[in-house]
């Protein structure tokens, strides 16, 4: 696919389906027809993700300002003070994004999640913050985790503390020690789970789950680390407190200290790579309880590079699971609807460093270690 300059960042949507931020800062809507990229913007930082909704694309300046695409017009807020590596999410009346008192610093507790909005003319501006310090590199989501109907709610990972578990695997040796359920608009504390020591929630980007007999509640799947290693774990609304999340069933150990798993899920399967950095074994869990049961899959698999922000290079495709193998240069695919059968590997001219789901379904964009696009179809 026809880049003007290597690519860093890959996200779906924009005005022609695909987007792409180069290591240069522009940000270009990639033609899926084989025609010129066309520059939207300057100025943009590469190492943060893009994100689009409800018609928009928010990103972060270099210089850690919000930047919001809508309509062809561009707003910017250049004093936002937005966290370099964090997540934004686009809300249909504002868009959520992590700030902090310095810009390019990652310490715990400066970061605060933000929600901004823009004024009757039309000026961005920031309109509530969270009192609760939140992962200097948070994934928000938005996710209904009491069956309300009403769209939900954002849950972040927060308590950041760098002593507890010196893993270091996700970018830094910042680790989650809570999981909280912020009200969408003025971000007060709904819900939350803070984890004893010595456990953290390893992950920056819990994944928002169907709940077994409750297709109308969402659990969240994450993962929790200590002295034994990594562990799936399903969060869930608290029944018996009004006020509390709960580790509603987690699963057996990875294998002992520092060895770490990476979830991936449609939004009902529920699935593991073991090890990823180390051999990579894909697996697929149960639910028994209070028990996540799990059976292996797949060997030789990878869904995550070591020291890597970017937690799940597996896409879903029409139902199918493609996932890459461990050096990058296959995908894998799975079918779970025959009981997990392997179909025939693609194999990929230079190493996946990132792969996303085309919005209607029928490819998946790659971006290689080398800045090139590649489509590629079931």
Request: proline letters at 8%; charged letters at 20%; hydrophobic letters at 40%.
């Amino acid at each position: 696919m026809p880049t003007a300059e290597p690519a860093r960042q890959l996200q779906t949507g924009g005005p022609t389906g695909l987007l792409s931020t180069g290591v240069g800062g522009g940000l270009w809507a990639l033609s899926l027809t084989g025609r010129a990229p066309r520059r939207l913007s300057d100025g943009l930082d590469a190492d943060t993700p893009l994100a689009t909704g409800h018609g928009r694309i928010a990103a972060r300046t270099a210089g850690g300002g919000l930047w919001v695409w809508e309509d062809g017009r561009v707003h910017t807020v250049p004093s936002a003070g937005l966290a370099v590596h964090a997540a934004l999410l686009i809300l249909p009346l504002a868009v959520v994004a992590v700030v902090t008192r310095n810009p390019r610093g990652m310490e715990p507790s400066s970061q605060r999640l933000a929600r901004f909005e823009p004024d009757s003319a039309g000026r961005w501006r920031e309109v509530a913050r969270s009192q609760d310090a939140v992962l200097p590199d948070a994934r928000p989501l938005q996710v209904d985790l009491d069956g309300r109907g009403d769209g939900g709610h954002i849950a972040v990972l927060a308590g950041p503390d760098a002593r507890r578990y010196d893993h270091g695997v996700l970018g830094d040796g910042i680790e989650a020690t809570r999981l909280l359920w912020l009200e969408r608009h003025g971000l007060e504390v709904m819900r939350s789970l803070t984890l004893p020591a010595p456990h953290v929630f390893e992950d920056i980007a819990p994944r928002p789950v169907t709940l077994p007999g409750a297709p109308e509640r969402l659990g969240l799947l994450t993962v929790r680390s200590g002295p034994e290693g990594g562990q799936l774990a399903l969060v869930t609304a608290d029944p018996a407190r009004k006020d509390g999340l709960q580790v509603a069933a987690i699963g057996d150990t990875v294998g002992g200290f520092h060895r770490w798993l990476a979830p991936t899920t449609d939004g009902r399967q529920l699935l593991a790579v073991h090890t990823p950095h180390i051999g990579g074994v894909l697996h697929v869990y149960q639910q028994e309880g209070q028990h996540l049961a799990r059976r292996r899959l797949l060997d030789d698999v990878s869904t995550h590079r070591i020291g890597s922000r970017e937690l799940d290079l597996s896409v879903w495709l029409r139902g199918l699971l493609v996932l890459p193998s461990q050096d990058g240069r296959r995908l894998r695919v799975l079918n779970p609807a025959a009981n997990w059968a392997e179909q025939p590997s693609v194999p990929l001219p230079v190493r996946l460093g990132m792969a996303t789901a085309l919005a209607d379904g029928s490819a998946m964009a790659v971006l290689a270690d080398d800045g090139r696009v590649m489509v590629v179809g079931p």
